[in-house]
């Protein structure tokens, strides 16, 4: 019973983590139609700018310390995320095939630039001594980081939430992810609401990056790949657009994966691929998406 | 006319003198090593155009096309490891077996578009990248892949000396890869597949059913990649999990969007051009020279990605049409200037 | 004085010409009614006035140009626009709906003085707007077009697919604002137009065919001749 928690709350980390990529992807391409390959960029500028805050401080961070570098690494990617949309997304405004095949420039110029700078070998990110002590869930112990994940996760969703729902820019989100043209016929400059949305989807992807980096015990411009991939399958079977429907698909994923890989190595990507296949055939639009028009 | 009346007659030379070269002695091409990175760069240039069938002509954005090229490259790999069958009929089963798979997913991603169908073929072409790393049925030799037996593939193929011959498959494979695609997107179903990419409704209310159209530029994309895939397992002497990368898809996308997606000669020129490309950089870096260059400016350049997702990025913005739209818009200026 | 004056737009589609070089005035505070048969270009010229698609020629308002204007700031110069899909935000709630199209500091005083006019709108404030009817989802499309002070409403067929006690309300309501606004309005519906509007504009092919007054709508020849389903005319 406790491998079968341990297991479960492992996975629901992981799908904290894929949680944080997807949230970003989800509005961005729900708002604006943009395929942003880019993801994984801000993910990796996150993790690199968190990574050097935290050396700075010597790794072994306490909690508010750690909780610094996350933001930092987040402030980074989301600066990052605005400069390509302004220089490169809005140039290309409406033609969404290009938009996507630039992001996809962008993923790999990023990539190699940091991998010429830094190597593409692990950079060591040593979690803090507290991240790895065991705090006792039903008789399992759970890695205090898997916690952290999940915290993290559920601060974004319940920000996001009372953003959409509570401010303009929120309100000019959501009727824009419905109707972009008639947002702008109500004399609203929906690019705006467009920058906001590109700002905190590298926000959040760049906070992500971080929390990936002490995951996988380093930093790596290969990491991010994967990430952006099991991020596009969180959106795509959540829903596009919808941010709620990106967690529900996310817990589901992340624990499918690890119940999976338990069973046989390597098992859990491949179940995964072929639940996307699955869900995309019956049902196009995902668990909690709008059929986009 | 946009077309020069002497480009088919040049290209016909061109064609010709690249086929001698390997025995017209002292020429660059007479040297093994050019001869290797030109057999590479002619299958990648096939790739490329395998990928525009989908992507320029027909407006089907997969992600998903490296699963095909990489059960060419497998298939003809167990098959004559194994002494199943003689090695050219290992090629050919090989291509059958792709455009099987072709089909049978084909029928099924197609029933989606857009952005679902890009990530449905992602999802496909993932799940044959994780059974070939995974080595599921101890077949496919996990990460490291699986070694080409020489023994078994006529002596013609091995030993430097003969590099010319695997060079000759090469141009022979995308000479053959681009008659049938010009056939292909010549014909009467050529003209329904550029139809599709602008406008499917359109097409549908022809009372024409766009499903199988869609599903036929698929499978003949699927059957000439697998062709260059059986090809590439020639040149590179074994099967590697990293034929069936999403990467490499990638890759080609790239490929086709330098070169210009709407043309076939761009895309072939697109995909000689990112092989030699590649393979140049990497060259480059290992000069003296290079090393003097401070590793803030060296250290990205040293990535081929750099450079060409940078020269990627610019097309996209400025030149959408990739090289083949830059030389016909020339073209349509010179043609201009001359009637006025 | 014109509150808005159209001067020779053309406006593309795809390649299509639809609008070849439309020109009409609207005089302020009024009503001018934009009629003719379907697909002559009436919505099209209500999107060409307000941007939503390009178009070369010349349009005004009160004087100040605004073709080639992002239409966001086209709004906010002030035209307000009711479209003939309503388009309201049907995954927002009624209040959100208004609170959206509100350009005031204050939305109790706006919002007040639409809910006098639809009183039923303030007792559904809260209700998400998919789940209302057509006719209250009309109702929100007009009065989210009244929140603010405006130069010029653009409305397109507020009327089309309602029930006839729904339109009576419709007409009601456009009837009150009539007099305080200058009303660019697209209908179909003759009865309504002879009611409120002051001056008619006729549209045929892409073009204007008749500026003038409304007592010619009481004419069947005239009516028959100008919006009757005939086969162009001379």
Known sequence: ?293 | MLRWKYSRPLFGLLLALLALAPILGANPLSRPGLQQTMAVAFIWGGLALTYDLLFGFTGLLSFGHALYFATGVYVSCILINHDVVVWWLAALISIAVSALLALLIGAASLRTSGITFAMVTLAFGEAGHVIIQRNFFNLTGGENGIALNADRIPSFFISVVNTKFIYWAALAALTLTYAVIWWVTESSAGRVFAALRDNELRVQVLGLNTQRYKLLAFVISAALASLLGAVMLIAAGSAAPRFADAGVTISLLLMVVLGGAVTRWGAVIGGIFYSIATTRLQDLTQQESFKTIPKWIGGPIAEPAFVLGLLFIFVVMFAPGGLSGAYYRLRLRAITKKSQ | ?234
């Open chain 1, 1 to 293: 019973m406790e491998t079968f928690i341990l297991i479960g709350i492992t996975g629901i980390g992981l799908g904290a983590l894929y949680f944080l990529v997807a949230s970003g992807l989800s509005l961005i391409y729900g708002l604006m139609g943009v395929l942003n390959f880019a993801h994984g960029s801000f993910l990796t500028v996150g993790a690199f700018v968190g990574f050097w805050v935290a050396s700075k401080m010597g790794f072994e961070t306490s909690m508010p310390e750690f909780i610094l570098a996350m933001l930092v690494g987040g402030l980074a990617a989301g600066l990052f995320a605005l400069l390509i949309e302004q220089l490169l997304i809005t140039r290309l405004y409406d033609r969404h095939i290009d938009q996507a095949l630039v992001t996809v420039g962008v993923s790999l110029v990023v990539g190699a630039v940091l991998g010429g700078w830094f190597g593409n070998d692990l950079r060591m990110f040593p979690a803090p001594m507290w991240f790895l002590s065991a705090i006792d869930i039903g008789g399992a112990k759970i890695p205090a980081d898997r916690v952290v994940y999940i915290a993290t996760a559920v601060l974004l969703l319940v920000g996001n939430w009372a953003l959409l729902k509570f401010t303009r820019i929120g309100l000019i989100i959501r009727a824009g992810v419905e109707n972009r043209n008639m947002v702008n016929a109500l004399g609203i400059n929906v690019r705006r609401a467009f920058s906001t949305v590109f700002f905190l989807g590298g926000f959040s992807a760049g906070v992500g990056g971080v929390l990936v980096s002490v995951y996988s015990n380093g930093v790596s411009p290969l990491i991010a790949g994967t990430y952006l991939i099991y991020g596009f399958i969180v959106v795509v079977i959540g829903g596009m657009g919808s941010v709620p429907g990106s967690f529900l698909a996310a817990m589901m994923i992340g624990v499918i994966r690890q119940f999976a890989n338990y069973y046989a190595t390597g098992l859990g990507d491949f179940v995964v691929v072929i639940l996307l296949a699955v869900v995309l055939l019956i049902r196009p639009q995902g668990l909690l998406g709008k059929v986009r028009a």
């Open chain 3, 1 to 234: 004085m014109n509150a808005l004056s159209v001067s020779d737009l053309h406006v593309k589609i795809n390649e299509s010409h639809i609008l070849h070089g439309v020109t009409f005035d609207v005089p302020a505070h009024k009503v001018t009614a934009l009629l003719g048969r379907n697909g002559v270009g009436k919505s099209t010229t209500l999107k060409g006035i307000l941007g939503l698609y390009p178009g070369t020629g010349s349009v005004q308002l009160n004087g100040r140009e605004i073709i080639g204007v992002s239409t966001y700031k086209v709004v906010q110069f002030g035209i307000a626009y009711v479209p003939e899909d309503r388009e309201i935000f049907s995954s927002l709630s009624v209040r959100e709906n208004l609170a959206l199209a509100s350009r005031s500091k204050d939305n109790g005083a706006a919002f007040a003085t639409i809910f006098e006019l639809f009183p039923e709108l303030d007792s559904r404030a809260a209700q998400i707007a998919g789940s209302l009817s057509g006719g209250q989802q009309q109702m929100v499309a007009i009065a989210r077009a009244l929140l603010n002070k405006n130069e010029v409403l653009l409305i397109d067929e507020p009327t089309k697919g309602l029930a006839p006690k729904l339109v009576t309300e419709v007409a009601s309501a456009l009837a009150k604002v009539a007099h305080e606004t200058t009303m660019l309005l697209v209908e179909q519906n003759l009865a309504l137009v002879k009611r409120i509007a002051h001056h008619v504009v006729v549209m045929d092919q892409g073009r204007v065919i008749f500026q003038g007054g409304p007592e010619n709508l009481n004419d069947p020849a005239w009516v028959h001749q100008m919006l009757g389903v005939s086969g162009g005319h001379k």
